[in-house]
């Protein structure tokens, strides 16, 4: 039983395999109003038609042709299937549920239809009437420059525009001008327009003009009944020169991508350049005295912060320079020296006044300290400045201002009230006062790369000392700890200070057969109780000293040995020769040892 | 040998005490010229003196060169932080300067490790480095003798101070290069060329940090954070090295009445 349900299982999915199949599918069943989506038709099977589009209706487009195909291939046993796909464009011109009808498509002899697909359709906020671009490339190609066709669908040229213009084209030397450069890009669905151009956008050539900060804006405008982002960069430039000065063209490279009427997107590239702009500019005429070198229409004001103030404490005075034009060229007022008061260096302020950027407020804060007690007047500062407008020069003067002044407490002394006046104190006190005298004190001159080689070789003593010292502490201990190796250490030497004993002994042949015995016993860490002159051969044997060197060495102790029991002793030549001797066989051995234990 | 080492030495001392002295009366008779002229034979012999140097910028101050001056009362408060009559000397010469621009700042990490080293001169930082690393070493070489309790706190205690100030030593013997402006209005370009555009201007006694050098230009940072390139000819590098200045070459151009 069970076997005859899964055969049945399979067979029927391989039915359903062996069957053609065709299905839509789109996007997203969310499309917002009049924006483009796609719609996929995918059909399977071993021979495959080409689809028919449904009728479009008035709530849904869809175009003719498809903008974008594949197919796949598959094996399965002995049979070979296709699938194949299709994209179609589509725009929804209705808000609400809209349903995407059947594609036609024939698929293995036989008509097949896809199964509706329901979309959710949610207004958009563009106007209804906009259509796709109107023109199909080969529509474009013979329209070229033509400004819209005049139904309310936009050309390729509408698409992007640049523009360069200024406010005024014939000004005096200073006087300000708006130089505004804008790009327009039309809002319009499935448009979008890109930059290509270098990385920084070159500003217009204003050479001859001291240009101010760029402004930069945004707008949403129409022009011949399209609606465009307007991008905009706002600078004021005032000429430094009069004669026929020149703004430079403006030269701007993009690209933009849209939906034409045919369902096809495409893209078309741009190379814009706006024309030069010529400005007369006018000379100004003679300057009187006291001209500030402002163009503009300006007026000016003084104020302090405190009309009563106390000797010696600084009092801040404001002088304002308000109105139209560089405010860069305005400098600063000449302030006439006081015989009652210090005035310190000014600080400037720029501010713009309101919401119009042309107005602004140049304010010049000077640190007054009066240094007389008694009533003062600050007297009223005149500017002179050019006004194009009328074009004449124009002088305003700033009110006098009285400040009662209060003797300090101790007299004529600066007094500390906060950081910023003791600042301005600390600076008058310095500049009231002249340098410091020269020093004769000038002890231990001498050249710096003598210091350096000194301090170099301090610093590489005591470590080099350090270690000189470790290695002398572990020599130490090894000898403290390790009795062989001590021993061995010391054995020639030792031997040797015995044998130049040995003359002036009492016994010296007893001395010389100690030194070589105890030699030996000392080399090879044996007890040197009872050592003869064959157990010296024997540790020499054991050690493969030569032979001829062996005899020798135990020739002479045996020499030493016959000595002590002999009725006659040795001569002083004798002794000497014995002696040299023995000196010569123990550097022999001894050297013969070294070599054996370094190998 | 080290006799006559030591001859050498005392009779080259001699010699630079006495061109200080020819300097210092040649000042007193108002030859400032002619004094800075002798300072500077100094600074050539390398004679890297705080006195020297601050005798010089007042040359410099009375001769009316801001620039210079302010170099020299520089190089001599890095030689010897505590020198006060040089840092009156030196505020009076910054309040003259058009700008009055702060002195640009170490690196963070220098303000930030060494905070306490700026009031003492390399000197002292040295000579303590020297003491603590002569310590060290004794006391670990005492170590190998006997034991004692506290010995390896104090081991690692002298180490870290040695560390500390010998660091301070080298950073004052290697500070960030600084230069002080010697020309009036010295444009500073965003590159190393005539043809590039001006970022900003700096005017006579203006300090600056020195970073890179391409051919005869300067990389210059303001205290602000300001940078860009200018002419190294308009600049005096504070040091060290302390180099020779104009003084000895060509006529030093003076500018405004001497106090």
Same mark, same amino acid.
């Given at each position: 039983?069970?076997?005859?349900?899964?055969?049945?299982?399979?067979?029927?999915?391989?039915?359903?395999?062996?069957?053609?199949?065709?299905?839509?599918?789109?996007?997203?069943?969310?499309?917002?109003?009049?924006?483009?989506?796609?719609?996929?038709?995918?059909?399977?099977?071993?021979?495959?038609?080409?689809?028919?589009?449904?009728?479009?209706?008035?709530?849904?487009?869809?175009?003719?042709?498809?903008?974008?195909?594949?197919?796949?291939?598959?094996?399965?046993?002995?049979?070979?299937? =296709?699938?194949?796909?299709?994209?179609?464009?589509?725009?929804?011109?209705?808000?609400?549920?809209?349903?995407?009808?059947? #594609?036609?498509?024939?698929?293995?002899?036989?008509?097949?239809?896809?199964?509706?697909?329901?979309?959710?359709?949610?207004?958009?906020?563009?106007?209804?009437?906009?259509?796709?671009?109107?023109?199909?490339?080969?529509?474009?190609?013979?329209?070229?420059?033509?400004?819209?066709?005049?139904?309310?669908?936009?050309?390729?040229?509408?698409?992007? %525009?640049?523009?360069?213009?200024?406010?005024?084209?014939?000004?005096?030397?200073?006087?300000?001008?708006?130089?505004?450069?804008?790009?327009?890009?039309?809002?319009?669905?499935?448009?979008?327009?890109?930059?290509?151009?270098?990385?920084?956008?070159?500003?217009?050539?204003?050479?001859?003009?001291?240009?101010?900060?760029?402004?930069?804006?945004?707008?949403?405008?129409?022009?011949? @009944?399209?609606?465009?982002?307007?991008?905009?960069?706002?600078?004021?430039?005032?000429?430094?020169?009069?004669?026929?000065?020149?703004?430079?063209?403006?030269?701007?490279?993009?690209?933009?991508?849209?939906?034409?009427?045919?369902?096809?997107?495409?893209?078309?590239?741009?190379?814009?350049?706006?024309?030069?702009?010529?400005?007369?500019?006018?000379?100004?005429?003679?300057?009187?005295?006291?001209?500030?070198?402002?163009?503009?229409?300006?007026?000016i004001s003084a104020s302090v912060?405190?009309?009563?103030?106390?000797?010696?404490?600084?009092?801040?005075l404001f002088i304002r320079i308000?109105?139209?034009?560089?405010?860069?060229?305005?400098?600063a007022p000449e302030i006439?020296?006081?015989?009652?008061?210090?005035?310190?260096?000014p600080?400037v302020?720029? %501010?713009?006044?309101?919401?119009?950027?042309?107005?602004?407020?140049k304010s010049f804060s000077y640190?007054?300290?009066?240094?007389?007690?008694?009533?003062?007047?600050f007297?009223g500062i005149?500017f002179?400045?050019?006004?194009?407008?009328?074009?004449?020069?124009?002088?305003?003067?700033s009110?006098?201002v009285?400040?009662?002044?209060?003797?300090?407490?101790?007299?004529?002394?600066?007094?500390?009230?906060?950081?910023?006046?003791?600042?301005?104190?600390?600076?008058?006190?310095?500049?009231?006062?002249?340098?410091?005298?020269?020093?004769?004190?000038?002890?231990?001159?001498?050249?710096?790369?003598?210091?350096?080689?000194?301090?170099?070789?301090?610093?590489?003593?005591?470590?080099?000392?350090?270690?000189?010292?470790?290695?002398?502490? =572990? %020599?130490? %201990?090894?000898?403290?700890?390790?009795?062989?190796?001590?021993?061995?250490?010391?054995?020639?030497?030792?031997?040797?200070?015995?044998?130049?004993?040995?003359?002036?002994?009492?016994?010296?042949?007893?001395?010389?057969?100690?030194?070589?015995?105890?030699?030996?016993?000392?080399?090879?860490?044996?007890?040197?109780?009872?050592?003869?002159?064959?157990?010296?051969?024997?540790?020499?044997?054991?050690?493969?000293?030569?032979?001829?060197?062996?005899?020798?060495?135990?020739?002479?102790?045996?020499?030493?040995?016959?000595?002590?029991?002999?009725?006659?002793?040795?001569?002083?030549?004798?002794?000497?020769?014995?002696?040299?001797?023995?000196?010569?066989?123990?550097?022999?051995?001894?050297?013969?040892?070294?070599?054996?234990?370094?190998? | 040998?080290?006799?006559?080492?030591?001859?050498?030495?005392?009779?080259?001392?001699?010699?630079?005490?006495?061109? #200080?002295?020819?300097?210092?009366?040649?000042?007193?008779?108002?030859?400032?010229?002619?004094?800075?002229?002798?300072?500077?034979?100094?600074?050539?012999?390398?004679?890297?003196?705080?006195?020297?140097?601050?005798?010089?910028?007042?040359?410099?101050?009375?001769?009316?060169?801001?620039?210079?001056?302010?170099?020299?009362?520089? =190089?001599?408060?890095?030689?010897?932080?505590? #020198?006060?009559?040089?840092?009156?000397?030196?505020?009076?010469?910054?309040?003259?300067?058009?700008?009055?621009?702060?002195?640009?700042?170490?690196?963070?990490?220098?303000?930030?490790?060494?905070?306490?080293?700026?009031?003492?001169?390399?000197?002292?930082?040295?000579?303590?480095?020297?003491?603590?690393?002569?310590?060290?070493?004794?006391?670990?070489?005492?170590?190998?003798?006997?034991?004692?309790?506290?010995?390896?706190?104090?081991?690692?205690?002298?180490?870290?101070?040695?560390?500390?100030?010998?660091?301070?030593?080298?950073?004052?013997?290697?500070?960030?290069?600084?230069?002080?402006?010697?020309?009036? @209005?010295?444009?500073?370009?965003?590159?190393?060329?005539?043809?590039?555009?001006?970022?900003?201007?700096?005017?006579?006694?203006?300090?600056?940090?020195?970073?890179?050098?391409?051919?005869?230009?300067?990389?210059?940072?303001?205290?602000?954070?300001?940078?860009?390139?200018?002419?190294?000819?308009?600049?005096?590098?504070?040091?060290?090295?302390?180099?020779?200045?104009?003084?000895?070459?060509?006529?030093?151009?003076?500018?405004?009445?001497?106090?």
């Amino acid at each position: 039983m069970r076997f005859a349900v899964t055969a049945l299982i399979l067979a029927l999915a391989a039915g359903a395999y062996a069957q053609g199949t065709a299905r839509a599918s789109v996007s997203s069943t969310r499309v917002t109003q009049d924006v483009p989506f796609t719609i996929t038709i995918e059909a399977t099977g071993s021979e495959i038609g080409e689809p028919t589009p449904p009728q479009t209706s008035p709530n849904l487009k869809i175009s003719s042709t498809p903008s974008g195909q594949g197919q796949s291939l598959s094996i399965s046993g002995t049979s070979m299937r =296709r699938s194949r796909q299709w994209m179609y464009n589509a725009v929804a011109t209705k808000v609400g549920e809209v349903a995407i009808p059947s #594609f036609t498509i024939e698929v293995d002899g036989e008509s097949l239809k896809t199964d509706p697909v329901r979309l959710s359709v949610s207004p958009s906020s563009a106007p209804a009437t906009r259509k796709p671009p109107g023109n199909t490339p080969n529509q474009t190609r013979r329209a070229q420059n033509s400004p819209g066709q005049g139904d309310g669908n936009p050309t390729w040229e509408d698409i992007v %525009r640049i523009e360069t213009k200024v406010d005024k084209e014939k000004v005096y030397q200073g006087e300000g001008i708006t130089l505004t450069v804008s790009v327009w890009t039309l809002d319009w669905p499935g448009v979008m327009v890109n930059y290509t151009g270098p990385r920084n956008i070159e500003w217009p050539s204003t050479e001859g003009f001291y240009a101010g900060e760029i402004e930069h804006g945004n707008a949403y405008e129409n022009r011949g @009944n399209l609606p465009y982002n307007v991008e905009q960069f706002q600078r004021s430039v005032y000429p430094t020169q009069s004669g026929t000065l020149t703004i430079g063209p403006w030269s701007w490279q993009g690209r933009a991508r849209a939906f034409t009427a045919t369902g096809f997107p495409e893209s078309r590239d741009y190379d814009l350049s706006t024309e030069p702009i010529s400005i007369e500019v006018l000379p100004l005429p003679e300057p009187p005295p006291g001209f500030s070198g402002a163009v503009g229409s300006y007026t000016i004001s003084a104020s302090v912060e405190n009309r009563d103030v106390t000797q010696g404490t600084p009092v801040k005075l404001f002088i304002r320079i308000t109105g139209r034009g560089n405010p860069d060229a305005v400098g600063a007022p000449e302030i006439p020296a006081l015989d009652w008061a210090h005035i310190g260096s000014p600080e400037v302020e720029i %501010r713009a006044l309101g919401s119009e950027s042309s107005l602004i407020e140049k304010s010049f804060s000077y640190d007054l300290t009066p240094l007389a007690a008694g009533a003062h007047e600050f007297p009223g500062i005149s500017f002179t400045c050019f006004e194009p407008l009328t074009g004449v020069y124009k002088t305003d003067t700033s009110d006098p201002v009285t400040l009662n002044v209060q003797e300090a407490p101790d007299g004529n002394r600066l007094i500390t009230t906060s950081e910023q006046e003791t600042a301005a104190q600390e600076k008058i006190r310095i500049l009231a006062q002249d340098i410091e005298p020269i020093t004769r004190d000038a002890a231990h001159l001498r050249p710096a790369q003598a210091a350096i080689a000194i301090q170099g070789g301090l610093l590489g003593v005591p470590p080099v000392a350090y270690l000189g010292f470790a290695l002398f502490m =572990r %020599r130490r %201990r090894r000898f403290r700890e390790d009795i062989s190796f001590a021993r061995d250490y010391h054995a020639r030497n030792k031997a040797r200070k015995r044998l130049g004993r040995a003359a002036s002994a009492k016994e010296p042949a007893d001395e010389i057969f100690r030194a070589l015995g105890d030699y030996l016993s000392d080399k090879f860490n044996q007890s040197n109780a009872g050592l003869t002159s064959q157990d010296a051969g024997a540790l020499l044997t054991a050690h493969r000293i030569p032979q001829d060197l062996l005899d020798g060495y135990v020739k002479v102790m045996r020499a030493c040995e016959r000595e002590r029991y002999a009725s006659q002793k040795l001569s002083p030549h004798e002794i000497a020769a014995l002696r040299s001797a023995a000196l010569d066989k123990l550097d022999k051995v001894d050297a013969i040892l070294r070599r054996e234990r370094s190998a | 040998m080290n006799a006559i080492l030591a001859l050498f030495l005392a009779l080259g001392a001699g010699a630079f005490e006495q061109t #200080f002295s020819q300097a210092n009366a040649a000042y007193d008779n108002g030859q400032y010229r002619e004094a800075a002229v002798s300072y500077e034979q100094l600074v050539q012999q390398s004679v890297a003196d705080p006195a020297v140097f601050f005798n010089l910028g007042n040359c410099y101050f009375r001769l009316g060169n801001l620039g210079y001056a302010i170099a020299n009362y520089e =190089r001599s408060l890095q030689l010897r932080p505590s #020198f006060e009559a040089a840092r009156t000397n030196l505020d009076q010469a910054i309040a003259q300067t058009e700008h009055k621009l702060n002195r640009p700042l170490p690196p963070a990490w220098e303000q930030g490790l060494l905070f306490w080293h700026y009031d003492l001169s390399y000197r002292t930082t040295w000579i303590t480095s020297a003491v603590c690393w002569v310590l060290f070493w004794s006391l670990l070489a005492l170590r190998l003798v006997r034991r004692w309790r506290y010995l390896r706190t104090t081991l690692i205690l002298l180490a870290v101070a040695a560390a500390a100030f010998g660091t301070s030593a080298w950073i004052k013997a290697h500070p960030v290069p600084m230069a002080v402006v010697t020309a009036e @209005n010295v444009p500073v370009r965003f590159g190393t060329s005539e043809d590039d555009k001006v970022r900003f201007e700096l005017a006579a006694g203006d300090r600056v940090s020195v970073g890179d050098t391409r051919g005869g230009w300067i990389q210059v940072s303001t205290g602000s954070g300001e940078r860009g390139w200018a002419d190294s000819k308009a600049f005096a590098l504070v040091g060290p090295p302390y180099t020779d200045l104009l003084m000895l070459q060509a006529d030093v151009p003076t500018g405004g009445a001497a106090q």
